[in-house]
């Protein structure tokens, strides 16, 4: 019989030689095994390949590493961790998927020359993040985090600037939050820091809208006015209406001073204070006049005048 054509594995014929064919030819059989071997997998102590003519397919190394390849270009390596999968290209992307056994995160990471970007969960803390990476594909800062709780937060140069919550939202620094969860007709926006803030709430079941003092973890403390939908404003001290508005005007409760050089004391007297006291006064002085044990002075339209009993 003749001899296969060398060249490639598929060429090969499991059923030759016969045993009928010369001794001679044995030879030319084994040499055109090797010939074909070696013309599409190749191997020695750096590593092993495999190939379709000239056209390098797979390479490995003694380390464990291999990679696929698109004529002749990587495109998946295979690593320690995971898996790299290099996109073609001058300015090649790699996006590398790695998940297992030499730490607790399991990552995907896509980068170019410049950066990149790399989804990362970590089950120490149970927390799924976005982040920033260098061309190397090492992270650089957090960009968003995910928890379990379901909540989001945005971060801004490694730090927290704004995390959703059940209610709503907090925006870090000063902190804003948005409720309208639905639990009651109320729906509110707080600003507050480390000292304390404001609440702002609209209730639209009574229409009433309010702006109250809080403490440093958001929880009202005093209203310090309150607006209703008739056009109603009410200014009040220590949770007292102190002065609101109405349809006819205005009303007021408690002492008016004008001036701020000094707190009010017992003697300040409000103008309601001190016609009361001149009437106190004047029954006083009525009342011993008729009793007949002292005398009335006074003036009337700028004269003079005493009156005995």
């Known amino acids: ?35 074909s071997l070696q013309g599409n997998v190749q191997g020695d102590a750096s590593g092993a390949a495999l190939r379709v003519g000239s056209v390098l397919l797979v390479d490995g190394d003694p380390l464990g590493a291999s990679r696929l390849r698109f004529v002749g270009d990587e495109r998946v390596a295979s690593t320690s961790v995971g898996a790299e999968v290099i996109a073609a ?44 990476t260098n061309s190397a594909g090492s992270a650089i800062e957090t960009w968003i985090s995910m928890n379990l709780d379901a909540s989001v937060a945005f971060h ?30 109320n729906t509110t926006m707080l600003i507050r820091n480390f000292i304390g803030g404001v609440l702002l709430r609209i209730n639209s079941a009574t229409g009433l809208f309010q702006i109250s003092q809080t403490a440093a973890d958001g929880a009202a403390q005093d209203l ?8 109603a404003v009410s200014l009040n001290f220590n949770g007292i209406v102190k002065l609101a508005t109405a349809d ?6 408690g002492q008016h ?53």
């Open 89 to 132: 290209g001058a300015a090649a992307t790699t996006l590398a998927i790695i998940a297992a056994g030499l730490d607790i995160d399991a990552r995907a990471t896509l980068r170019g020359d410049s950066g990149g970007l790399q989804l990362r969960w970590d089950e120490s803390v149970l927390q799924g993040r976005l982040m920033q």
């Open 1 to 35: 019989m003749g001899l296969e054509t060398f060249g490639f594995i598929d060429d090969l014929n499991p059923d030759f030689p016969l045993g009928s064919d010369p001794v001679s030819e044995g030879d030319d059989h084994i040499r055109g095994v090797k010939l």
């Open 224 to 231: 310090w006015t309150s607006m209703e939908r008739d056009g």
């Open 156 to 185: 801004f140069d490694g730090g927290t600037r704004l995390v959703t919550t059940a209610e709503g939202m907090d925006v870090l620094g000063s902190v804003m939050e948005l409720d309208n969860s639905g639990n009651d007709a």
């Open 248 to 253: 006819f005007g205005g009303f007021s409760t």
């Open 257 to 309: 001073r004008v001036s701020e050089a000094a707190p009010l004391v017992a003697s300040d007297l409000t103008r309601k204070d001190y016609v009361d006291g001149l009437i106190a006064d004047l029954q006083t002085q009525i009342d011993n006049i008729i009793n007949g044990t002292t005398a009335f002075t006074g003036v009337v339209n700028g004269v003079d005048f005493i009156a005995n009993g």
